[in-house]
């Protein structure tokens, strides 16, 4: 990757070049200091779990190590970084210059070849100065847009487009408005394997094993939307899933969040996709964990149980595993005899950080639900953890550069369920 020294157009020429290469220049600036969500990079998986049968250990590593290396050296450079913002400093500028005669309806002379519109201008000023706040850093940066991509090896590239956004007034309650490092390792995993996430997807026949009614898939705590978004391009993207009924719900609670989850829904699906003729629904709703279980007119949507369940990043605070718990009653679907014959029973499938300064609530996880060994058979199906995870992942380039390279994130991958 060139330095922005060396790829920007140059900043006595600006008005010289095209909306295009005006466009193709933020959106390399963007790639280059934007950076990726924190402890979202799998580097390897600690198996710590009797059912082995189900998860076997993987291993992961990056594919591009020095193109990543790279762009850590030109990141990290303080005088390219100044030329960026010089740079970006600049075209603002211009643009503004060139957008007073353009409210008139009138294009100003002085760009030669550049025919801007009030829309080509708006455009291009709320890019470059999204850009030039994440070169002071991320967090004075406002709206955030991101793409996410994984790579199936079954359904191809699977791409999400989502927006992130300030948390409202330092409001806790709001974590939700930006995308969080569990949802990344949630998301990966089921695209690699979507038949050990839930979504019964059988690699040996290259088809679905589904019931007669539609499989039902729920994402608790969804945020920015990025796992229950995932699942439903990626079964959008297997032609079986074109003679299945599915339907995905995703869930929040805070009203800022809900309103951004309800955008990114729509900027994924709001054009049907080009290579199918079918779209996976999916929809958002207001589910609050602390009252959901003593609700009693629910809405129609959590009317019957769901088959698969996803929560990342979920568990926060000391009472959230109560709740969420106390919510699975009611929405996890209890197994059937054809569930375990084929190997696909309801289940819930959480990843949560090893945080140190949130060890005690991710430790109500294992109390609160308790693992299969270790409950005797009794009458009444209860909820537990059938597999755990120790899931490792590098933290983005600049905690890496900044701690000589010795900063891992670490996960808790849990898979829950009813006990037989």
């Not at 939700?176 to 019964?200: F, Y």
């Amino acid at each position: 990757m060139q330095p922005p020294t060396s790829y920007l157009p140059p900043i006595a020429r600006i008005a010289t070049f095209t909306t295009t290469q005006l466009l193709d220049a933020l959106a390399y600036l963007k790639s280059l200091y934007l950076s990726e969500v924190r402890g979202s990079r799998r580097r390897r998986v600690v198996f710590d779990s009797f059912d082995d049968k189900f998860f076997p250990s993987t291993f992961t590593t990056n594919p591009h190590p020095n193109h990543d290396n790279d762009i850590q050296l030109i990141r990290s450079d303080p005088f390219e970084r100044s030329y960026a913002i010089r740079w970006l400093t600049v075209l603002i500028s211009q643009l503004e210059a060139w957008e007073g005669p353009s409210q008139s309806g009138k294009v100003p002379p002085a760009p030669s070849d550049l025919q801007l519109t009030r829309a080509h201008i708006d455009t291009l000023i709320q890019q470059a100065a999204s850009l030039l706040a994440i070169c002071a850093g991320v967090s004075a940066a406002g709206r955030v847009q991101r793409v996410f991509s994984f790579h199936s090896s079954i359904a191809g590239r699977i791409e999400v487009l989502l927006t992130d956004i300030p948390l409202e007034n330092q409001d806790y309650g709001s974590v939700g408005a930006q995308t969080w490092g569990g949802a990344c390792v949630l998301a990966e995993m089921m695209v690699e394997h979507p038949d050990r996430l839930g979504l019964r997807y059988d690699p040996t026949t290259s088809d679905v094993v589904c019931p007669p009614r539609a499989l039902r898939v729920l994402e608790l705590g969804a945020g920015t939307g990025l796992v229950a978004l995932t699942a439903a391009k990626l079964m959008q993207a297997l032609p079986a899933w074109k003679f299945h009924q599915t339907t995905v719900v995703a869930t929040d609670f805070h009203p800022i969040v809900l309103d951004n989850l309800r955008s990114n829904i729509e900027t994924n699906f709001s054009i049907p996709s080009t290579d199918h003729d079918y779209s996976i629904p999916i929809t958002s709703h207001f589910l609050d964990w602390s009252c959901f279980p003593l609700t009693k007119t629910k809405p129609d949507v959590f009317s019957s149980p769901f088959d698969t369940i996803f929560g990342a990043d979920v568990v926060y605070e000391a009472q959230h595993a109560v709740w969420i718990h106390e919510c699975l009653k009611s929405l996890l679907r209890c197994p059937e005899s054809s569930d375990t014959s084929v190997g696909y029973p309801p289940a819930f499938h959480l990843v949560v950080p090893l945080r140190p300064t949130h060890a005690l609530e991710s430790s109500t996880i294992e109390a609160v639900f308790g693992w299969k060994h270790d409950r005797q058979r009794v009458a009444q199906r209860e909820l537990v953890i059938f597999s755990k995870e120790f899931i490792i992942c590098e933290a983005h380039d600049e905690a890496r550069i900044k701690s000589c390279g010795d900063n891992d994130v670490e996960y808790l991958y849990y898979r829950i369920g009813w006990s037989m």
